[in-house]
């Protein structure tokens, strides 16, 4: 059964595992400073235009996050997410387990704005409260959807204004870059944020997430972080040679291409058939909106994610693609669809 | 200029004061192992007719939510409060610090319902999400607010069913159970509840909250939770006595009577003069509606807290009556508002 | 039966009650932003003459050591002990649940020196181990005893040479300050170190701990930290009022000088009689060997607490002497002593 | 230059690299509930003849030290580790971010006894000081040292009578098991800990180490742990791919031994020059001493790291072989060091 579960489901793009097996005998210093890390990291400071930016390669979102949101705030200091945010609902409260409260905001398109932000800050007026301090959005978001140029500009202005830290998830980054409705770049991005990062996992690589620090404040001690939370990977050249193979031209951005692609493939037939979607998304994400007896004959056929229920007798499902569906198994759907 | 700000403007009841004096130059055992800490303890098991509880006697609310919470819990677990909740906003993050997500579910009325908590329960489904392991709701409410032993009851039932543990915040036990429409006693809360505690601080104690556990799983070690969060009072008898004088007779009951009295007067004034209320409270604590115009003029005689913009020239403001409010003081602000 | 079992067995000094049931009925603004703390500060000021410092009055010693820790350190810095520090010993881990490692040194006499920092810092060499940020020091030390001057500024020299915060526990200051071989004031105690206490309850107070902060790093949101951590009582004024008495005049010195005259008399009676002693003390702690038998004998007239075994015969009781120690108390065990 | 840096400086055993390759395009199900995780967790069940065991396969060590030790303790309790341990010197306080006190026990050979156990229990008395509840050890250790049956057997029936869990980081179980004097195997250390790992990261896996918990109260919600600590890994069929190629047959011992055949290379020519060794190790970490002048010169041909100083002209090199150390490397180092 073709698997439209998640963007995670196969290994690697076939180039870096090569490159991987090319380097498996030779001996290498622990911890992420080897020449593999080294040079991922020239590359991505070649990519972000930003020379002094600290970057560090992480295994994974959740650690990424966690070890981030924590180097940043003093204890009584809280992170605003959208409500949907991965923070808030899909981390089973790593957050708050290392001890800062997530202050949820209802977003209907998953989004956060200035008047969102305005809100919480009026809201937390004494020491009776957490302190807001640092603002938690994702690109592309968790469903689906992605920041303009001009709505990340006034995001990031509001944030200087008001002391607060910018952090983008960019486990999804690939996904928001190449949508055909973006105009951002990751020079944007490095410009307009305090932390953000760049998602290998979802994107091709076997793993690894790569942090880009612009923020001064950020900086650090930040080894001591990773190291703590566990998450300084002992082989680290592995997270340096996936970064470099990704890098090394636009693996990165063709792999990300072809999964919006698929979606794209899979959008239109939908659209034509009539189908509607819970959320507005350009991107590797779709949340078609379908019968239940329709889900029930799509589980026979596909593997796939509930979304959510949207009525008595409707749900919206997830489906995702990425740098490795294959066009014949979009087509399968296709024609599934179109035999509705 | 008399003020309604809170129910903790004065010291404590001059039995207390005179009961501490007594016992103040005899050679006592320290951190609440001593004759006064048995003898209260003795007298709260008999007020609630539970012999099994434990008793452990805390100086302050936010320390007693913290350390019930934190023992509770494993670290990935999580605790249902109603958005309004004081554990939710006014304790600076103190249970996100001590590791546990803070679940919050908007309700009008402060209180929760099963089908409250049964959302919560259906949208956290799997180990990417923390699990939902406790109830968290307060009698009264932080907006006056009280539950009724038919809420209480269907509360009880489903935490059981769930597994959920059930934890009552009585920061304003006293208001709730001397209301005029309050059908509980501290013996069915004992029995309704895993883990609630007395408040002694807004209720004619200089400090102390007394809690009592009456679920076993809650009871091992407590007394090592309580020292670690930096709670064990070293001269703990004078917590003893405090709750020796509000058990040994009625003056816990009286003087949380005198505190509603006093509320209904002004409340009887308001009501009488066509002003409306945010919450519908019949406690201490009061939340009249007046325009931003007559809060101007409030404000040069009175002391309160606002508590939240109603429309573009109303406001909602909280007036708090307390064991110490004098008659006088609540005939001025009747005078007051009869004179507008 | 007297008990010498330690300096918190009774009240307060009658004065310091006497003023709080002066000020019991009037009405005080809540969490210690009231007059009365705001003029123990001022005396407090006054007394260490650092006008610009911040000082917060605490109720307990453990909740003061574990929030200003956790307030100075970030999360993979750690804190220097000696072994026997009351925060690496009898605080059930209230540091390391705040998330910093206690680094244990163990010194005979239960001081630091510059050598014994030294040797930490030589072990911790990157980012694979702590990070050691604050040395915590007592005055007098767990064990009766003290810092001299000499010894306070070479170990300051050495903490700002090498960007480590100096805190210094002062639950008995009182004892070290009026000790007969004591060359340290207040005003040095602030100049040398970047935060310290002068305890309330160990001497003479119901309780309170007065926190001073004098360096600038460590002074931003200190109230969220006490917040947070459960430590900001209601009715502030309380530990207000209570080192108002104890600075107004000489109350906080003459307390302390007593319970260590108390002290000589025993200390001159056991070293009459012969006994050793298992630590160096001219405070109101003395640790002196008996035989088995002879201890015994004692626990049948007087209670105290047992400090270790020497030998297979002998162990070292503690005796610990109070501004409310009796002449009478002391001298029935001065006359025991003398009838071995 | 050849380096004896440490045990993880190459990739992984081409077997297993080849089976990364053949999986690389097939979808799986994420976060380790795919095919090869269940195999491999049936290969390791055999192996260790226990059915009833959990067990979990995470990236890394310090990762599976503090999910473990973090979901075994309640907040007020603690892990007694020898001094040397892992987690109480190289984790950079990871297990004190989780909330938990390591208590340190000093150690010459880096093992504990029942009779070091007792001392902590007995030091330990009440609830003002932390509650020691697991017991951490390595095998192999830290210095090389490793556990006979009959000390594990000893440690495993003290644990048990006082109620203590007993855990054993196996991050080099390999060299452990294969060492020339062990007398253990994996269903021994089943039997006698109550969880324990096999490492894989420092025998020839990119990564991995396999945690089991044989006891049942350790086993509840555990992928809540691993998930909140950002554990688990979203292609988690990677790590099973590598523990079945490392248990299929024989890999993982055959790495091992190979690991520790070069080391007693080194170790047999060292011991025939005269040399001696800081600890007494039969596995694959080498402690040799040296003057600093052959250390000097042994630096311009060989890599490796300092262990500690013994006198002021000699001090220990730490030499660590591997299943990837080539003979070739091992008689260049015997060569030079004969030459001397």
Redo the contacts between chains.
């Keep these: 059964m073709?698997?439209f579960?998640?963007d995670?489901?196969?290994?690697?793009h076939?180039r870096i595992?090569q490159a991987?097996?090319e380097?498996?005998?030779?001996?290498?210093?622990?911890y992420s400073l080897d020449a593999h890390t080294n040079h991922a990291i020239e590359l991505i400071k070649e990519e972000i235009n930003c020379r002094e930016a600290d970057i560090h390669i992480i295994?994974?979102?959740?650690?990424?996050?966690?070890?981030t949101i924590?180097?940043a705030l003093?204890?009584?200091q809280?992170v605003i997410s959208p409500s949907t945010g991965h923070i808030n609902?899909?981390?089973?409260?790593?957050i708050?387990?290392?001890?800062?409260?997530?202050l949820?905001v209802p977003a209907a398109d998953g989004k956060l704005t200035p008047a969102l932000v305005q809100e919480v800050l009026d809201f937390h007026t004494d020491?009776?409260?957490?302190?807001p301090k640092m603002v938690y959005i994702s690109n592309s978001t968790e469903i689906g959807t992605q920041y303009t140029k001009a709505e990340l500009e006034a995001l990031s202005r509001f944030c200087r204004l008001h002391d607060l830290y910018l952090f983008m998830d960019g486990a999804r980054m690939g996904a928001a870059l190449t949508s055909p409705v973006n105009d951002l770049t990751l020079e944007d991005i490095a410009r307009l944020t305090d932390v953000f990062y760049i998602g290998g996992?979802?994107n091709g690589a076997?793993?690894g997430e790569a942090l880009i620090i612009t923020c001064d404040r950020l900086k650090p001690?930040f080894?001591?972080?990773?190291?703590?939370?566990?998450?300084?990977?002992?082989?680290g050249w592995?997270l340096g040679i996936q970064f470099e193979e990704l890098f090394r031209d636009h693996l990165f951005y063709d792999m990300a291409r072809h999964a919006n692609a698929m979606a794209s493939m899979l959008r239109d037939a939908l659209t034509e058939q009539g189908f509607s979607f819970a959320y507005d998304s350009m991107t590797n994400q779709l949340f078609p909106i379908f019968s239940d007896q329709i889900i029930e004959t799509l589980k026979q056929h596909f593997?796939f994610n509930m979304d959510r229920r949207i009525d008595e007798t409707h749900s919206a499902i997830r489906l995702v693609t990425s740098w490795?569906t294959t066009e014949a198994g979009v087509r399968e759907f296709v024609e599934f669809i179109r035999s509705l």
Tied chains: 1, 2, 3, 4.
């Design positions: 073709y698997s579960t998640n995670y489901s196969e290994g690697a076939p595992l991987m097996l380097a498996n005998l030779i001996q290498n210093t622990g295994v994974g979102g959740t650690q990424t996050n966690l070890i924590s180097a003093r204890p009584y809280a609902v899909h981390e089973t409260g790593a708050e387990a290392t001890g800062h409260k997530v949820s020491e009776h409260m957490v302190q996992t979802k076997l793993f001690d080894r001591f972080m990773i190291k703590q939370r566990g998450a300084m990977l002992a082989k592995l593997t490795a």
